[in-house]
């Protein structure tokens, strides 16, 4: 029994997955770099190494290509927050000296996976920069994550493990901070020094912003 071929030009389901990844990759590439209107799909079709029409075959539109992105990178920092998220708000219940190594281990992860995908830092500025443009954006692809994390401090606070009043603040005024020590590391600066020094800053921020009377 022979197995039937495939029809000329049909490429299989894995291939066509792996041609999308590529093109989404790479877009997110050149968007963070750029932003949305520098890039145009001719472009990214040639970083890819395939035509403009497979671009649109695969992704649609420049404007869903772009969400594209910004899916593709909520969806690894969904995964890497997930556990140590669920980590914080289990430390709740064993105490405060508990929940704080929860917390700073929850940064840790924020600060490795910015680090590491600092595409994620460069999409976003780009769409901060234009506030009244794709701001859809934020509700899907942000928002969740905020309120992930504040909800951990509230938690935390109305368990009496720390003080705070307004955890929103907290969230954003940290996720900017983590946002701006990757684009120093992007400048060039002295990776390893600028990474050990601010993971030190982010643990004592913590612990000056939380400590206990």
């Known amino acids: 029994m022979t197995t039937p071929r495939r029809g000329p030009g049909r490429p299989r389901r894995a291939e066509q997955r792996h041609t999308a990844d590529l093109i ?7 968007f963070a770099r750029r932003g949305f209107d520098a890039v145009g799909m001719r472009e990214i079709a040639a970083a890819c190494g395939v035509d403009v029409a497979t671009v649109h075959h695969h992704v649609g539109t ?15 920092e969904s995964e890497a927050l997930a556990r140590a998220v669920a980590a914080a708000r289990q430390g709740l219940a064993a105490g405060p000296d508990a929940a704080m190594a929860a917390l700073h281990e929850l940064v840790d992860v924020f600060v490795d996976f910015l680090e590491d995908h600092p595409e994620t830092t460069g999409l976003w500025l780009r769409r901060w920069l234009e506030p009244e443009r794709h701001a859809d954006l934020d509700e899907r692809y942000s928002a969740p994550l905020y309120r992930a994390v504040e ?8 368990a009496g493990v720390l003080s705070e ?29 600028h990474r050990r020094e601010f993971r030190a800053f982010a643990h004592r921020w913590l612990d000056r912003m939380y400590a206990r009377p």
Request: aromatic share 6%.
């Open 165 to 193: 009043p307004q955890p929103h603040l907290a969230v954003r005024s940290l996720v900017w901070s983590v946002h701006a020590h990757v684009v120093n590391l992007l400048a060039g600066s002295d990776g390893a020094r």
């Open 24 to 30: 989404v990759d790479t877009a997110a590439g050149l």
């Open 151 to 158: 909800q951990v401090l509230t938690e935390a606070d109305a």
């Open 62 to 76: 420049k404007a869903a290509l772009y969400e594209s992105c910004f899916a593709r990178v909520f969806a690894a």
